[in-house]
């Protein structure tokens, strides 16, 4: 019922900044909230932030400060800023959909971060 399509993952040093987008489609006007979730190796999938259609935001206190998330209700996208990333921000970025309850969820896009 929803397609979630991710891009702009990649290889960054410490320091540097990358801008993850997700874009939508199939029953996208009844998505409420849609966000950011990253899985390292060896541990659980965790939220990044996540958004409202009202545009409210959340954030893992990890990455408050560095990264924001918006969102495009027009164009059915959503984008995660990342600035001042370190090796810990090293994971697989998953963009997430809540549909009436049921999760959805992208293919994922890797973020590597080299020191």
């Known amino acids: 019922q929803v397609r979630l399509v991710e891009s702009g993952g990649g290889l960054v040093q410490v320091g540097g900044s990358l801008r993850l987008s997700c874009a939508a489609s199939g029953s996208i006007f009844r998505i409420n909230t849609m966000g950011w979730y990253r899985q390292a190796p060896g541990k659980q999938r965790e939220l990044v932030a996540d958004?409202?259609?009202?545009?409210?935001?959340n954030y893992a206190s990890a990455v408050k400060g560095r990264f924001t998330i918006s969102r495009d209700n027009a164009r059915n996208t959503v984008e995660l800023q990342m600035n001042s990333l370190s090796s810990e921000d090293t994971a697989v970025y998953y963009c997430?959909?809540?549909?009436?309850?049921?999760?959805?969820w992208g293919q994922g896009t890797q973020v590597t971060v080299s020191s």
């Open positions: 997430n959909a809540l549909l009436l309850g049921t999760h959805y």
């Open positions: 958004i409202t259609s009202g545009g409210s935001t």
